[in-house]
T-cell receptor, first 111, second 113 residues
Framework: KQEVTQIPAALSVPEGENLVLNCSFTDSAIYNLQWFRQDPGKGLTSLLL?????REQTSGRLNASLDKSSGRSTLYIAASQPGDSATYLCAVVGQGGKLIFGQGTELSVKP | SQTIHQWPATLVQPVGSPLSLECTVEGTSNPNLYWYRQAAGRGLQLLFYSVGIGQISSEVPQNLSASRPQDRQFILSSKKLLLSDSGFYLC????????????FGSGTQLSVL
């Protein structure tokens, strides 16, 4: 059974710092991995999707990497801003096609 | 462009009352549709998913049911709510190909008292 873990559960950094959020999964037979952002009381917004054949994806200040063999992904946020404060969730799609989510990392960027 | 609508945004219901949450998608046809629940401080749990009209798969045994009466309409229901049904409910859609991006609605915060 696929399990997705995100560490840390919460993170607080000063504005301007570069930071890394971690995601690990137990079954490496994934189809892809997605990173989402969730603001309090809101739905999820898709940030990046990495196919199993890819090693990374970039969008603006965000870079997501995937190491399928070790069951890990990282989301790198460069030059963090207070507007980046949110919960970040990773999710993997297995061969059954279902998205399995981690519990998220709550990020707070202090001005 | 595609949009997903989910309502209501918040709902307070007494124990034992019925529930109906509605989700509609615009700008696409034959989407995969999903209902997730997010309990406080926890990850998202897949409740139901549908690959077509009248086709519903349930992921966990529970007090809830789902229906898809039209191609782009997905409804989450309960005949009698329990306290444990409280949570944040999210509807989502994706294109039918495997591994497509998931797009979420804005969610419904349900409090059962």
């Amino acid at each position: 059974k696929q399990e997705v873990t995100q560490i840390p559960a919460a993170l607080s950094v000063p504005e301007g710092e570069n930071l890394v959020l971690n995601c690990s999964f137990t079954d490496s037979a994934i189809y892809n991995l997605q990173w989402f952002r969730q603001d309090p009381g809101k739905g999820l917004t898709s940030l990046l999707l990495i196919q199993s054949s890819q090693r990374e994806q970039t969008s603006g200040r965000l870079n997501a990497s995937l190491d399928k063999s070790s069951g890990r992904s990282t989301l790198y946020i460069a030059a963090s801003q207070p507007g980046d404060s949110a919960t970040y969730l990773c999710a993997v799609v297995g061969q059954g096609g279902k998205l399995i989510f981690g519990q998220g990392t709550e990020l707070s960027v202090k001005p | 462009s595609q949009t997903i609508h989910q309502w209501p945004a918040t709902l307070v219901q007494p124990v034992g009352s019925p529930l109906s949450l509605e989700c509609t998608v615009e700008g696409t046809s034959n989407p995969n549709l999903y209902w997730y629940r997010q309990a406080a401080g926890r990850g998202l749990q897949l409740l139901f998913y549908s690959v077509g009209i009248g086709q519903i798969s349930s992921e966990v045994p529970q007090n809830l049911s789902a229906s898809r009466p039209q191609d782009r309409q997905f409804i989450l229901s309960s005949k009698k709510l329990l306290l444990s049904d409280s949570g944040f409910y999210l509807c989502a859609w994706s294109r039918t190909a495997l591994g497509e991006k998931l797009f979420f609605g804005s969610g419904t915060q349900l409090s059962v008292l």
